[in-house]
């Protein structure tokens, strides 16, 4: 017995299930020895585990072990195990025998009638006392009282069901595990078969063929002091609840995560960053708890209205650096400032250490608070009063940008820093993009203008080549008394000074071309001065090396300046000496010297002054209106040839431009990507169940950009309503969907659509306003400030801004339940259920709980049944309030167990508080207890 002690005290077993042969001989011992001598002090429970020998036989020819654990619960549990035992009964040569020590002794005896020994007959009995699985099953089916309080367990190795001959025993195994409610084995991939986990083997199906998942449980099977409590491969056995027998049915329905075979329990990876116990002082009446122990995984707070629920949460928030909100109107400490003042909290934390703050000025002073509090009021606010998503987008955003390393953070402290940093230069592009588009919107429109006058140039050309011909027609009256060689002599030296007078024309237009050259120039020069200055001072903030940023800069020539004023004042000479001047030496082929001809020829045309008078006069006329023809045929040639090339050059421009702005969003798209690729990686890591996904692209606002339109229509004109609801037809139908695809073909496809629509050449003179320009018309068409690009996060499918306020509830809580992974410190939720129903918390949020818990302490206060009893609440504190005559507050109390903890009678224990407590309860845990299972375990 001793030897029995020490080692159970040495391997800290809390829990001993104590095997005997068919009897309770052994159970009996220790358990007077515990009762009756104090002995065993260390160990919390003692578990009667029956063991018997069962037909049919193993391939090795031995019999079937079966296990039968009884709860030792009630007082008189021996006498009733034993009332039972004697009637499982064994039929032997015709006389059937019970499973008790005196039959036992008979039937030995009757096998080996030399057997005198009563001790000797009754052991061999018991081995040869081997019943067929059928008698135990009908001898368990009727007895009520130990089918209600047994456990039946399997053995799973050679001497259990894994022994049977493969070859005609696979349904009487089947069998034998349908009414089995768990596996003896330590052997891992047994335990992943019966729980679902193998691949091949879902959950569904191992329920279809065994009615329930089956836990596995170990045992160290020492028949030798030496080996007790050792099993093998140091594959002990963890259960995890209150160490009664019903703490481990629990496992039953908690198969999976409430038992654990292994070196050592699991355990959360980081326990210094587990809340311990609350301890209160100078609380002046208001708590009659002055310490609050707390578990490492979910601890639940349940209790009526007014209880100090949310008291629990914002004390350890309080304690932990958790800034308060003093405005809010849910917050336990500013409903109860008045009379909380002095009151002392105090946290200890899993690694030993302590933290405190007094209230309610005195809070722990920290640079990062030491939990995650979802308070009432911020998932109410991000619930309901966040219309638009984005304080839930922030929120996750501040998550992603969690997930991203140092390198990755590039020095910036959140995430829109980061990310307006990335998209700096990108925003540099497409607003010099934007700038250009503006200059040539007025380029077309200055191309456009001059070939509008083509058909006026045309009629204009011929009517004066019409008056030409008229004139002409009156020359040979005006001839008759002129000298033909004067005239022949006049006409060219008047051909002679148009041609003069175009050279000039020619040269003043380069000259001027010249200086508004040397202008764009000196302005480039400035701006890209100023522009490559920022830069470098960009790189230098960058730590790049000053004599690389130096050569960044683009090299001037020192002498263009000057190259380009002598080109001007070549063309100023080459005009001067064109022109010809009165006191300079007179040049024949000057306007001056020609004009000088012009005259003298003039006096000498003609004899009479009449005659001469009316000659010159047609020939000016005719010289005049054939100079304006040629002028309008080479005008009109120069608009066929090199402006309308020029306009449709321009025109692909401005296309090729617009969709350089989508180039520019493409690799903003690509940047931002990449940004959230961490959180895209977690999301993808958390496989199915993660109902969370993000989606990159643009952002439309085509409403906005329509309604500015509206200034360019007159509604007075004909067709200019048809007009607009075809350009709006046309941009819901084809362009919207082409810049959400950011497809620069179907962009290029769908816009060039669209401008012919729109014919911005002839829109302001058929649809528009006196007001209306095509270049205003045009800045509007190439405009692409209703284009953004943006992420959109989505949660089962849905855009966050779309959700509704119960289902953005439930993103917010798997936000910080699974995608803040690397985040370990508690997790304070208070009441997030107001907008759930109960379906959305059981099927959308407590496999999320269930999987965070495992990874961090969640402390959940809460009204919904599902929200405790479905995610398995590892601790279940109650408060409770009384409201003494002697102070204006209450005095609240808290009182915690598992949800195990059962107490029969007028006593209330945790599951009864919660079903009394939460509506819905008992239907909780009827749902937990056939979750994994056809028939009531």
Same mark, same amino acid.
């Given at each position: 017995?001793?030897?029995?002690?020490?080692?159970?005290? &040495? &391997?800290?077993?809390?829990?001993?299930?104590?095997?005997?042969?068919?009897?309770?001989?052994?159970?009996?011992?220790?358990?007077?020895?515990?009762?009756?001598?104090?002995?065993?002090?260390?160990?919390?429970?003692?578990?009667?585990?029956?063991?018997?020998?069962?037909?049919?036989?193993?391939?090795?020819?031995?019999?079937?072990?079966?296990?039968?654990?009884?709860?030792?619960? +009630?007082?008189?549990?021996?006498?009733?195990?034993?009332?039972?035992?004697?009637?499982?009964?064994?039929?032997?040569?015709?006389?059937?025998?019970?499973?008790?020590?005196?039959?036992?002794?008979?039937?030995?005896?009757?096998?080996?009638?030399?057997?005198?020994?009563?001790?000797?007959?009754?052991?061999?009995?018991?081995?040869?006392?081997?019943?067929?699985?059928?008698?135990?099953?009908?001898?368990?089916?009727?007895?009520?009282?130990?089918?209600?309080?047994?456990?039946?367990?399997?053995?799973?190795?050679?001497?259990?069901?894994?022994?049977?001959?493969?070859?005609?025993?696979?349904?009487?195994?089947?069998?034998?595990?349908?009414?089995?409610? /768990?596996?003896?084995?330590?052997?891992?991939?047994?335990?992943?078969?019966?729980?679902?986990?193998?691949?091949?083997?879902?959950?569904?199906?191992?329920?279809?063929?065994?009615?329930?998942?089956?836990?596995?449980?170990?045992?160290?099977?020492?028949?030798?002091?030496?080996?007790?409590?050792?099993?093998?491969?140091?594959?002990?056995?963890?259960?995890?609840?209150?160490?009664?027998?019903?703490?481990?049915?629990?496992?039953?329905?908690?198969?999976?995560?409430?038992?654990?075979?292994?070196?050592?329990?699991?355990?959360?990876?980081?326990?210094?960053?587990?809340?311990?116990?609350?301890?209160?002082?100078?609380?002046?009446?208001?708590?009659?708890?002055?310490?609050?122990?707390?578990?490492?995984?979910?601890?639940?707070?349940?209790?009526?209205?007014?209880?100090?629920?949310?008291?629990?949460?914002?004390?350890?928030?309080?304690?932990?650096?958790?800034?308060?909100?003093?405005?809010?109107?849910?917050?336990?400490?500013?409903?109860?400032?008045?009379?909380?003042?002095?009151?002392?909290?105090?946290?200890?934390?899993?690694?030993?250490?302590?933290?405190?703050?007094?209230?309610?000025?005195?809070?722990?002073?920290?640079?990062?608070?030491?939990?995650?509090?979802?308070?009432?009021? /911020?998932?109410?606010?991000?619930?309901?009063?966040?219309?638009?998503?984005?304080?839930?987008?922030?929120?996750?955003?501040?998550?992603?940008?969690?997930?991203?390393?140092?390198?990755?953070?590039?020095?910036? *402290?959140?995430?829109?820093?980061?990310?307006?940093?990335?998209?700096?230069?990108?925003?540099?592009?497409?607003?010099?993009?934007?700038?250009?588009? &503006?200059?040539?919107?007025?380029?077309?429109?200055?191309?456009?203008?001059?070939?509008?006058?083509?058909?006026?140039?045309?009629?204009?050309?011929? +009517?004066?080549?019409?008056?030409?011909?008229?004139?002409?027609?009156?020359?040979?009256?005006?001839?008759?008394?002129?000298?033909?060689?004067?005239?022949?002599?006049?006409?060219?030296?008047?051909?002679?000074?148009?041609?003069?007078?175009?050279?000039?024309?020619?040269?003043?237009?380069?000259?001027?071309?010249?200086?508004?050259?040397?202008?764009?120039?000196?302005?480039?020069?400035?701006?890209?001065?100023?522009?490559?200055?920022?830069?470098?001072?960009?790189?230098?903030?960058?730590?790049?090396?000053?004599?690389?940023?130096?050569?960044?800069?683009?090299?001037?020539?020192?002498?263009?300046?000057?190259?380009?004023?002598?080109?001007?004042?070549?063309?100023?000479?080459?005009?001067?000496?064109?022109?010809?001047?009165?006191?300079?030496?007179?040049?024949?082929?000057?306007?001056?010297?020609?004009?000088?001809?012009?005259?003298?020829?003039?006096?000498?045309?003609?004899?009479?002054?009449?005659?001469?008078?009316?000659?010159?006069?047609?020939?000016?006329?005719?010289?005049?209106?054939?100079?304006?023809?040629?002028?309008?045929?080479?005008?009109?040639?120069?608009?066929?040839?090199?402006?309308?090339?020029?306009?449709?050059?321009?025109?692909?421009?401005?296309?090729?431009?617009?969709?350089?702005?989508?180039?520019?969003? *493409?690799?903003?798209?690509?940047?931002?990507?990449?940004?959230?690729?961490?959180?895209?990686?977690?999301?993808?890591?958390?496989?199915?169940?993660?109902?969370?996904?993000?989606?990159?692209?643009?952002?439309?606002?085509?409403?906005?950009?329509?309604?500015?339109?509206?200034?360019?229509?007159?509604?007075?004109?004909?067709?200019?309503?048809?007009?607009?609801?075809?350009?709006?037809?046309?941009?819901?139908?084809?362009?919207?969907?082409?810049?959400?695809?950011?497809?620069?073909?179907?962009?290029?496809?769908? /816009?060039?659509?669209?401008?012919?629509?729109?014919?911005?050449? *002839?829109?302001?003179?058929?649809?528009?306003?006196?007001?209306?320009?095509?270049?205003?018309?045009?800045?509007?068409?190439?405009?692409?400030?209703?284009?953004?690009?943006?992420?959109?996060?989505?949660?089962?499918?849905?855009?966050?801004?779309?959700?509704?306020?119960?289902?953005?509830?439930?993103?917010?809580?798997?936000?910080?339940?699974?995608?803040?992974?690397?985040?370990?410190?508690?997790?304070?939720?208070?009441?997030?259920?107001?907008?759930?129903?109960?379906?959305?918390?059981?099927?959308?949020?407590?496999?999320?709980?269930?999987?965070?818990?495992?990874?961090?302490?969640?402390?959940?206060?809460?009204?919904?049944?599902?929200?405790?009893?479905?995610?398995?609440? +590892?601790?279940?504190?109650?408060?409770?309030?009384?409201?003494?005559?002697?102070?204006?507050?209450?005095?609240?109390?808290?009182?915690?167990?598992?949800?195990?903890?059962?107490?029969?009678?007028?006593?209330?224990?945790?599951?009864?508080?919660?079903?009394?407590?939460?509506?819905?309860?008992?239907?909780?845990?009827?749902?937990?207890?056939?979750?994994?299972?056809?028939?009531?375990?």
């Amino acid at each position: 017995m001793t030897e029995i002690e020490t080692a159970a005290a &040495a &391997a800290k077993i809390s829990v001993i299930g104590v095997t005997d042969y068919m009897t309770l001989d052994g159970y009996e011992k220790l358990c007077a020895e515990k009762k009756t001598n104090g002995r065993l002090s260390t160990v919390d429970l003692l578990i009667p585990n029956i063991e018997f020998r069962m037909m049919p036989q193993t391939a090795d020819g031995k019999a079937l072990n079966l296990h039968l654990l009884i709860d030792p619960s +009630e007082d008189d549990h021996i006498d009733k195990i034993k009332r039972a035992l004697r009637n499982l009964k064994f039929d032997y040569d015709g006389q059937p025998y019970g499973c008790c020590r005196e039959d036992l002794i008979e039937f030995g005896r009757a096998q080996d009638p030399l057997l005198a020994d009563d001790d000797a007959a009754y052991t061999f009995g018991i081995r040869q006392f081997k019943p067929d699985r059928t008698a135990i099953k009908k001898w368990l089916d009727g007895e009520r009282w130990l089918r209600s309080n047994s456990l039946i367990g399997i053995a799973n190795g050679k001497d259990g069901i894994s022994g049977l001959p493969l070859d005609g025993f696979g349904a009487v195994r089947d069998e034998i595990l349908k009414w089995s409610h /768990f596996v003896f084995s330590g052997n891992p991939r047994d335990r992943e078969h019966y729980l679902g986990l193998k691949a091949g083997t879902p959950k569904d199906e191992i329920i279809r063929q065994y009615r329930s998942l089956k836990p596995c449980v170990h045992g160290s099977d020492a028949h030798e002091v030496e080996p007790l409590f050792k099993p093998d491969n140091e594959r002990f056995c963890w259960v995890k609840s209150d160490p009664t027998f019903h703490g481990l049915r629990q496992i039953l329905w908690e198969p999976e995560d409430r038992v654990h075979i292994g070196t050592l329990p699991p355990q959360p990876s980081d326990h210094s960053q587990q809340i311990r116990r609350i301890s209160l002082s100078n609380s002046s009446g208001w708590f009659a708890t002055d310490s609050i122990e707390l578990n490492a995984g979910l601890v639940a707070v349940i209790g009526e209205k007014g209880a100090g629920k949310t008291a629990v949460a914002d004390l350890s928030s309080f304690a932990s650096g958790y800034p308060m909100d003093r405005k809010s109107q849910s917050s336990f400490i500013t409903k109860g400032a008045l009379h909380l003042s002095g009151t002392k909290i105090e946290l200890e934390w899993g690694g030993g250490d302590r933290t405190e703050g007094v209230l309610t000025d005195s809070p722990l002073s920290s640079t990062r608070p030491r939990v995650r509090y979802l308070s009432q009021d /911020f998932v109410e606010r991000l619930c309901s009063s966040d219309h638009e998503g984005t304080e839930l987008q922030k929120a996750i955003e501040d998550v992603v940008f969690a997930k991203l390393d140092e390198i990755q953070k590039e020095g910036y *402290s959140s995430f829109g820093e980061l990310r307006k940093a990335r998209e700096a230069a990108s925003n540099i592009q497409k607003e010099a993009l934007r700038g250009e588009l &503006a200059t040539l919107h007025k380029e077309v429109d200055r191309l456009q203008e001059a070939i509008d006058q083509r058909g006026s140039k045309i009629r204009a050309k011929a +009517e004066v080549e019409k008056q030409v011909e008229e004139l002409k027609k009156q020359l040979p009256d005006a001839t008759q008394s002129v000298d033909q060689k004067i005239l022949e002599e006049l006409e060219k030296q008047q051909i002679l000074l148009r041609e003069l007078e175009e050279q000039i024309a020619n040269r003043s237009r380069r000259r001027r071309t010249i200086e508004g050259a040397i202008e764009s120039y000196g302005a480039i020069k400035k701006s890209t001065t100023q522009e490559v200055a920022k830069v470098g001072k960009q790189l230098l903030d960058a730590a790049v090396a000053e004599s690389t940023v130096q050569k960044i800069g683009p090299t001037w020539a020192p002498d263009v300046d000057d190259l380009l004023q002598k080109e001007v004042e070549k063309l100023d000479a080459e005009i001067v000496a064109l022109k010809g001047a009165d006191g300079a030496p007179l040049n024949p082929l000057s306007v001056f010297g020609v004009q000088i001809e012009i005259a003298r020829l003039k006096e000498l045309v003609a004899k009479d002054e009449v005659s001469r008078k009316r000659l010159l006069d047609l020939q000016k006329q005719i010289a005049e209106r054939s100079a304006n023809a040629e002028r309008l045929a080479k005008e009109i040639l120069n608009l066929d040839e090199k402006v309308t090339r020029a306009l449709e050059k321009q025109k692909a421009k401005q296309v090729d431009l617009y969709l350089d702005v989508f180039k520019a969003l *493409s690799a903003d798209e690509a940047g931002l990507k990449e940004l959230y690729s961490p959180m895209q990686d977690a999301i993808d890591q958390l496989g199915e169940e993660m109902q969370f996904s993000v989606s990159v692209g643009y952002q439309i606002d085509a409403k906005s950009w329509l309604d500015r339109s509206a200034r360019f229509f007159d509604g007075r004109r004909v067709g200019a309503e048809a007009k607009r609801e075809e350009i709006e037809r046309i941009v819901e139908t084809k362009l919207v969907p082409a810049w959400k695809s950011g497809d620069l073909e179907n962009i290029k496809t769908a /816009f060039e659509e669209f401008l012919a629509a729109v014919d911005i050449r *002839s829109f302001p003179e058929k649809f528009g306003t006196s007001k209306s320009s095509r270049v205003e018309l045009s800045d509007w068409i190439y405009s692409v400030d209703h284009i953004e690009l943006s992420y959109k996060i989505h949660y089962a499918g849905t855009e966050l801004e779309y959700l509704s306020p119960g289902t953005r509830g439930i993103a917010l809580l798997v936000l910080y339940l699974l995608m803040d992974e690397d985040d370990t410190r508690p997790l304070l939720i208070d009441q997030p259920e107001g907008n759930l129903d109960n379906s959305s918390v059981y099927k959308q949020l407590v496999p999320y709980i269930r999987k965070a818990k495992k990874r961090r302490q969640i402390i959940l206060i809460t009204h919904n049944p599902n929200l405790v009893v479905a995610t398995d609440a +590892e601790q279940v504190i109650i408060a409770t309030a009384e409201r003494p005559t002697t102070q204006p507050y209450p005095c609240l109390n808290y009182d915690s167990g598992g949800l195990e903890h059962s107490v029969a009678g007028t006593d209330m224990g945790v599951r009864e508080a919660v079903c009394l407590l939460l509506e819905g309860g008992e239907d909780a845990f009827r749902a937990r207890e056939n979750r994994y299972s056809l028939v009531q375990l």
